[in-house]
């Protein structure tokens, strides 16, 4: 595909400014703003603002124009395909978008009085519900503001649940060597040690190295089921069986839950706790970065443990409730990312029971890519070459790079030039030279076949032309950054503060 | 069931890939997952069916409408603290939010296709770090009370070894709890220090007192719950530097149009909330936590969070912007890393980003002229009037947020009273002590027209006693 994005040679905000400052937006009246200017005047003039800040006076058009032609140089999934392996790019439906941008909800002030928000605690609160009946857990709460904030309290639960049944001496946490990274930060975050497990040759857990590392010490397991390699875990229930048999909990990492939506559940696998992303299976959109919204859940047994507040209902009223017995505390003020949540609500609203095609689909679309992908040379499947993928396959480009000196890195960027947005790269650690490939539901077979079609076209470019590969990107905004200048301490310029100084001084 | 937002999802178009795949049916693909744990049974998700969209519209609107609240219309007379108050939202913020190569964009882990983002929060890091008067911010946490407590866990990391964190008893209480949450597993005492009863400003000598060298950081609050000005921020900041431990500050992004940022004033880690530049209440989130630091080396490395920078093309012809030093984050340092930080909040910092454009350093200074002008205004109206309400701190400066005591009468009440004339003002201090019970905060924003603000005074004064007006 032919692909030309914008090129846009837009200047940084503070060098739109000109000598001559413009009236900007005004918020503040002329009123009020005499009497804070005499309120100002008696007050220790030691910690007033003298001058600036540094912040140029535009007009509207000006700064609606910068930032409209910053959009035209990004790439997001309503622009093209966004393949990247565990973050689940799929289609943000417009209508959740734009019902829940509505002010009644952007307005809400967290701590109205709940009799006036009714409307808003019922859609939490089935929410919570529907996310409880698919992960097959007993209670769900919206509190965590991401997954990774949804794994923090998780491992807290964790924690806390084993000091009150005495078990002080369970500090350390498993975590197999293909998991997220953020496993292994928030096990260590609330003080555990981790302990590393390898995956065997089909690309399971490695039973016998799980056995050897399982002791009294083990608090837990942090589990992805099916695995950032695309694979479900088939000894699922003998995991779940040894590490319950020595007094630790299961906990199931949701941002891959994508691939058995509707159709398995962490709850009937023997997982005790379980964080969801709703900014992935959920279709909540990223943001560039976030917002996203965690929620988490829990069987009976720890429901106590829970962050508060929680949504219940009494009767026909809803309300938050702060009386959450053994509390872990909060992980964030208020109450969780709550429009990524409605944005989930609506998304559950319109597919309903049939949820289960999402998960069909999106297997369907990993296998098909899978299938032709494999049939290239220079690209391997490393783990389980004979098994079906769920949401996600890992290739890598080992071979290609040994035998042409093109990475996966080289890969990505042709990709980019062809229009289509790389998938995550170099990662699993434990694949060399990795593309983590996800399309899910959300992709054509038309889109697939086209990212198989760039995946031929540049394997055979590299084993033809491999210097002019190293030349790309292209097309996009601007060619390859340069990586080492962008870290170097000397070079490292994190804010425009940084910009001015080099400028000055040449 | 075929579904529009799945083009794979027709039948026809199923049999076509799994022929080409040589699979007959797509179970095929999931019988690796043992029998007795394949869900056979329908869920219970949705309502019965999958729904139309006009269905679905219908369905939402019902239920939102059962809300008392009826949104903006409403907001001025919602004076509402607590952290978070009522703010407009210029359209210009909405508008560019709304584009979907934003909003549907994942982290630019591939920045030659994401220059525009990029910019945008490269800028939005240059531009708070003007406001709070620093070096480096970040590209976002959560909100403020996840940036501060992950300041917390910074300071520890920086001053290895030192055990003690302390904390303003001032504080927001929430953020208070966070912290508190946040700590666990790291073996650290967190100890609050007093306010002054008159300015309810942090207590100095009581801080001196309880510094010494095994304090990892003092984390303080401008203006703090109570609404109050740190007026002797610069001698907290000094005191908390003579045992060498870190200052965290954490300012108001809007006050700092009229105060000085508190990396100017010394600060070594500030944060803030974006929530008041454009992003909405959200009954409390998302919002985006600003988190900031000055330019050395020791901090910098123990920096969670992403970061942006500005860097050259290969060749060396053009600039351009990329992630930088990730080697701190968890998908590579594990756990190593800073934080487990993954999401954050992009699309509000871009809308912070924005907002702050918008106004630029005029508005800013006028909207924080006009914040302070509003209570210094409902103060005295409430005196001129005799109202049966003061403020607690009859000697403290406030900024947009007041705590008022109604003198021995039970908040709680005062609150449900003026509810009955549609007035929302709360939180009351006994939903977090076990003290105060008579004390309530209040917020006026530029939401609050000065007839708004007479109109409040009025039913304060007609529920407590005092002039009508």
Known sequence: MKYRQARWDEPLIFELASNQDRETFQLGDDYFARLGKETLTEVAQDIVRKEGPNIPNLSEPEVVRHY?????????????VVPLGSCTMKYNPKICEDLANDDRITYAHPYMNEEHLQGLLEMLYTLQEWLAELTGMDVC????PAGAAGELAGVLIIREYLQD????????????????????????MAGFKVVHIPADERGNTDLNALKAAVSDRTAGIMLTNPSTLGLFEEKITEVSDLIHSKGGLLYYDGANLNGILGIARPGDMGFDIVHLNLHKTFAAPHGGGGPGAGAICVKKELADYLPKPLVRREGSMYYLDYNVRKSIGRITWFYGNIVPAIKSFIYLMMLGPEIR?????AVLNTNYFMKKIKELPGIDLIYGRERWRKHEVVISFENLHRETGVSAEDVAKALLDRGIHAPTIYFPLTVPEAHM????????????????NAYKDIVRQAYEDPGKLKGAPRNTSVGRLDVLRANHPRTLAPTYKYVRKRNING | MPHYWIPNSVKEVKQEMLKEIGVDDIEEFFKDIPEQLRLKKELRVGFGKPLLEHEVRRKFLEMLSKNKFTGFTDAHRVFLGGGVCVHYIPSVVKAIVSRAEFYTAYTPYQPEINQGILQAFFE???????LYGVDIVNASMYNVSTAAAEAVRMALRVKRGRKRILVAS????EIKEVIRT?????????????YGREDGELDVSALRTKLSDDVAAVYVESPNFFGVIERKLRDIIEVTHDVGALAIVNANPLSLGVFKGPGELGADIVVGDAQPLGVGLNYGGPSAGILGIQDRRELLRQLPGRLVGMTKTVDGSENGFMLILQTREQHIRRERATSNITTNSGLEAIAAAVYVSLLGAKGLRRLGEALLGRTTYFLETLRKRDVEAVPLFEKGLYFREVTISFKGRDARDVISQLEKHGIHVGPPLSKFYDVMHDCSLLCLTELHSKDDIDELVSKLALVLGGEAG
Not at chain 2, 124 to 130: C, K, P, T, V
């Open chain 1, 141 to 144: 709460s919206l509190h965590p």
């Open chain 1, 437 to 452: 490939v996800e399309f899910t539901e959300s992709e054509s077979k038309r889109t697939i076949d086209e990212v198989i």
């Open chain 1, 357 to 361: 095609e999402v998960a069909e689909v």
């Open chain 1, 165 to 188: 049944k005495g078990y002080t001496h369970k500090d350390e946490i498993l975590v197999p060597e293909s998991a997220h990274g953020t496993n292994p930060a928030s096990a260590a």
């Open chain 1, 68 to 80: 409209t032609r910053l959009t035209q140089m990004s790439y997001g999934i309503d622009v093209g």
């Open chain 2, 182 to 194: 946040w700590v666990k597993g790291l073996n650290v005492r967190l100890e609050e220090i007093p």
């Open chain 2, 170 to 173: 001032s504080a927001h209480p």
């Open chain 2, 124 to 130: 939005y890091q240059s531009l708070m770090a003007e």
